[in-house]
């Protein structure tokens, strides 16, 4: 593959890596991937990529996906105090009839409690709040309070008649149905999306979970839980066909107390974070059992994790533990591609990097954007590049490139004019990631030195471009100097009405972490 392709790769804040990776090819040869964006959606962000012929048929399955979630999210959330579970929480002691989706819910949350023996519970949230509350005042929550926290969650919470479809809400302790509502939800989106128009297949991916439905080979990158940029390499890449794929770590949520960070997945036996396991991804044919068992192998042993899953048919993991250890499934190796993670750069014959003379390797920028987003409903993320400049204002290499419809690809006007001979419009090799839920709108993405062709430039002062606009909307472009040498230096950036705020962070390698 021509290097120019990678363009395409970064821009979706996939590592470069991938661009050498084999494509995901639709079977019918007319179907393409039309591939949208969408910020605070069920509190993350979301992508969505169908395949097929017309863009007519892409909006129709993508408004069907969209209206979907919408109709889901007012059943389910705990965050909409207008939501079907919203109101149900209000009751107490009174059998309510409720929906299928919220029985079923309900249903689904008393048998993984059962099947984990209490390592998955709606009501850890009674955990969750302690902790944040504790750590508001920079210390630990007691023993008392955890302990009377743990009592709270043993509880009976509600109890369920199936013939009368009813939910009896028996407790006053916060419950949520976070553990696995989102792949629910995801499964139900790309359902909705096939029943609305013809289309040959649908990836739903929420929060770097996701559900990939139809008749397409998705290429899969797990994100490292070590690294902290988008655009960082894989862990490993998958090929994934009419299955869920979940992820859930401690690396992008949590408490951080006394100079110690607190995961945000709590042990609802014990009261404490889970620390043990630091990520760990689930395939699995059955939506809702990628999700459920993501997070539960956070919490169980990674012993009790295997035994739980040789009980679960089709299942499939990667559990990292802190010490680095990685421990997967004997159907796992199946499902990677053959070629693997690839590293961009040029390298002698031994296959290590070359480094040329004057680049400190040591050091590397961490470019910090976070979208403005929308207070309802949601949000299309704008066209974004972010490149770097030489002293000649020469292109030297593209950082992130978001886009979706070749068409209004010219009004990124900065960056289009310096790469558009050299942009490649066959998405066919994009990929999805699956990663721990970040927050909607946040981005980190790094700058190693390297050119777009993969060899480093030398130490001097370059120009940072942030560049975002809309289909026929706002158009906003951000400059900034950087001076790369052997000193770290933090520049923040003056938000616009399409990005809030941004900052450069050039820095040791692993300063950050």
């Known amino acids: 593959m021509k290097w120019v392709n990678l363009f395409i790769a970064v821009g979706l804040l996939i590592t470069a890596s991938s661009a050498k990776l ?214 490993d890449v998958l090929q994934i066909e009419n299955k869920a794929v979940a992820t859930s770590g401690n690396y992008r949520r949590g408490e951080l107390i006394e100079g110690h960070w607190y995961s945000h997945i709590v042990d609802p036996r014990t009261g404490q974070p889970a620390e043990e396991v630091i990520s760990a991804t689930v395939v699995a044919p059955v939506a809702t059992d990628a999700g459920a068992l993501a997070t539960a192998f956070n919490v169980l042993s990674p012993s009790e994790s295997v035994q739980l899953a040789t009980r679960i048919p089709g299942v499939d993991y990667l559990i990292i533990t802190k010490s680095g250890r990685h421990i997967a499934s004997e159907g796992w190796r199946a499902l990677e591609l053959a070629s693997g993670p690839q590293l961009l750069g040029r390298s002698d014959p031994n296959g290590n990097y070359r480094v040329e003379p004057g680049w400190n390797n040591d050091f590397e920028l961490v470019v910090n954007l976070e979208i403005n987003l929308q207070k309802e409903g949601f949000a299309k993320r704008p066209y974004v590049a972010v490149w770097v400049e030489d002293e000649n204002h020469a292109a030297v290499r593209t950082i992130a490139f978001w886009h979706e419809r070749d068409r209004y ?73 950087l001076e790369c040498n052997e000193t770290p230096k933090l520049i923040n950036i003056p938000g616009n009405v399409e990005i809030t705020s941004a900052s450069l962070d050039y820095r040791k390698k692993n300063a950050g972490n």
């Open 22 to 235: 084999a494509p995901s090819i639709a079977p019918n040869k007319s179907a393409r991937p039309y591939v949208t964006h969408f910020e605070n959606v069920l509190g993350t962000s979301l992508e969505l990529k169908i395949i097929t012929n017309t863009q007519r048929e892409a909006t129709i399955a993508e408004n069907a996906a969209l209206k979907e979630i919408a109709r889901m999210g007012k059943i389910l959330s705990a965050y909409d105090p207008t939501s079907e579970f919203s109101h149900w929480l209000k009751t107490s002691g009174q059998a309510v009839p409720v929906s299928p989706e919220l029985f079923e819910m309900l249903s689904l949350f008393d048998q993984w409690r059962l099947r984990t023996a209490g390592a998955l519970d709606a009501s850890a949230q009674v955990i969750t709040n302690l902790w944040k509350q504790a750590a508001a005042k920079n210390r630990v929550p007691t023993q008392d309070e955890l302990s009377s926290a743990v009592a709270e969650v043993k509880q009976t919470h509600w109890k369920l008649d199936a013939v009368k479809q009813t939910a009896t809400h028996l407790s006053h302790a916060p419950l949520m149905l976070n553990s696995f509502a989102k792949t629910y939800i995801i499964k139900h989106a790309a359902d909705a999306a096939f029943a609305s128009t013809k289309i040959d297949a649908i990836v739903v991916n929420i929060g770097g979970d996701l559900v990939v439905l139809g008749k397409h080979k998705e290429t899969i990158q797990i994100s490292d839980p070590k690294a902290d940029a988008e655009n960082d390499a894989p862990i």
């Open 409 to 481: 690809l010219p009004e990124l006007k900065s960056w289009y004019l310096k790469y558009r001979g050299l942009y490649n419009t066959d998405k066919s090799a994009l990929s999805s990631v699956s990663s721990a839920t970040r927050s909607p709108g946040k981005y980190t993405m790094k700058w190693d030195g390297k050119d777009d062709k993969g060899d480093f430039v030398k130490p001097g002062t370059y120009t940072i471009k942030i560049e975002a606009s809309r289909e026929h909307g706002t158009y906003q472009l951000m400059r900034q100097e």
